[in-house]
Structures are given as structure tokens and as C-alpha cells.
């Protein structure tokens, strides 16, 4: 009984929340990408949280990938989302679904007249997907990024796509 709380704790610790560690491969060596959170008092005594994305350095322990901050990579991933192809985006789908949806509950419940039945537009699709990226649940910029139809990898701190 004993053992198995002390597992318990011990998964937990390991399984932080952080969004986009298993999508992206390191450039340099192709070790996987992990994280870890820095937290630093500010002056007005609050704390700020900092998320930092870098090589597991599994494959070489040398590798001098370095670190990016979770938000630049996230401005990265959207500069990404808006090169590739609609149809890299594998969720396209779903998330006109959800712009439709959106768009019926702007409509039915505030009463607000949407501009006819206006074709959802392909730049609709992608600033959906960059909205994901930036605001919704872990939960789901997870599910974004493993719908991407190829890999992701980080070198010298810039984030690209492998054709
Ligand atoms: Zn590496």
C-alpha cells in the first residue's frame, strides 16, 4: 500500500502540464524536447511563471540546443500554421465545426446578424488553429499540434516543419 502512494506521487511529479513536449524532435541530435518552469518574484511581490522548451539531450548529452521560452515558441507554431498548407492542419475540419457553431450562437442567442451563410475562409481555419495555440486548454493545443501531418523540430532555437 505504501508503495504504490509513493508511485502515485512520483508519476504525478513527472507528468507536468506542459503543452508541447512530444510534438517537437531536437534538430541537432533528434532527442525528444522537454520543458521546465522557472518562477521569479517581481517587484510588486507577485510571481511570474516561465516555461522553457529544450533538447532532452537523450541521444547527446552535449547538444548545444539551448532553451526558448514557451511563449516564443508558441508565436513560432504561428508563424508556422501560417505557411503550411490547410491541409497540414489536420483538425481543418473540426474547427470549421466549430467557427459554424460559433457562429449560430452569435446569431440564435445574441441576436446578432452574421453576415449571411459566409463561407468559412481558409484564413478563418488558420487564426482558429493560432487561437488555440495562444488561449484554449493544454488539452487541446496538444491535440492541435498532434494533428499535424509532419514533424516538428527545434534548432537553434527556431522551429521548423520536416517536409
Ligand atoms: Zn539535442
Redesign the pocket.
Given at each position: 500500500m505504501q508503495d504504490k502512494i509513493s508511485n502515485d506521487h512520483l508519476t504525478r511529479t513527472q507528468d507536468k502540464e506542459f503543452a508541447f513536449t512530444k510534438m517537437i524532435t531536437?534538430?541537432?541530435?533528434?532527442?525528444g524536447i522537454t520543458a521546465d518552469e522557472k518562477f521569479k518574484k517581481l517587484k510588486d511581490g507577485t510571481t511570474n511563471r516561465y516555461v522553457y522548451y529544450?533538447?532532452?539531450?537523450?541521444?547527446?548529452k552535449d547538444?548545444?540546443?539551448g532553451y526558448i521560452r514557451e511563449e516564443d515558441l508558441i508565436e513560432q507554431l504561428a508563424m508556422v500554421l501560417d505557411t503550411i498548407s490547410l491541409d497540414e492542419i489536420g483538425m481543418k475540419d473540426r474547427i470549421r465545426t466549430e467557427i459554424e457553431s460559433h457562429n449560430e450562437f452569435q446569431e440564435s442567442v445574441l441576436g446578432r446578424e452574421v453576415k449571411e451563410k459566409v463561407k468559412i475562409k481558409e484564413v478563418d481555419i488558420r487564426n482558429y488553429a493560432k487561437h488555440i495555440l495562444r488561449k484554449r486548454p493544454l488539452y487541446e493545443k496538444r491535440e492541435l499540434l498532434s494533428h499535424l501531418r509532419s514533424k516538428l523540430i527545434l534548432k537553434e532555437k527556431q522551429l521548423s516543419l520536416v517536409s
Open positions: 531536437c534538430g541537432l541530435c533528434g532527442s529544450g533538447c532532452t539531450k537523450f541521444k547527446d547538444c548545444p540546443c
